[in-house]
């Protein structure tokens, strides 16, 4: 990845992903317990969307209940593992989402 990027503006997938890891250190993606994490560095731990993905993926009920079900476990495989979830996004974050995370104490950045 170019080392001379220094806004994650307009990276998709795991281009912001990489761009994170640049940013916070640590380690790109990896899995525990079943689940994916997109980085994370010691005990915090993250997942990071781009692009159109709220567009595109958390549209209706249907994805909206998968995407509170993903996050939320990928919350408690967290906290059993002593470390923190946090939610990165380089596109706004629709408001329900934003309260619905919120309410979890899931942090977003």
Excluded: C
């Amino acid at each position: 990845m170019d080392e001379g990027i220094s806004s994650p503006q307009g990276l998709v997938g795991k281009a912001f992903a990489d761009w994170l890891t640049q940013k916070y250190g640590g380690e790109g993606a990896f899995r525990v317990d079943g689940r994916d994490f997109d980085g994370g560095q010691g005990n915090r731990w993250w997942e990071a969307k781009s692009g159109r993905y709220w567009r595109d993926h958390v549209r209706d009920e249907i994805s909206i209940a998968k995407f509170k079900s993903d996050m939320g476990r990928r919350l408690q495989i967290a906290r059993e593992h002593s470390a923190t979830f946090e939610i990165f996004s380089n596109t706004s974050i629709p408001a329900p989402i934003k309260a619905w995370l919120t309410r979890k104490g899931i942090p977003m950045l």
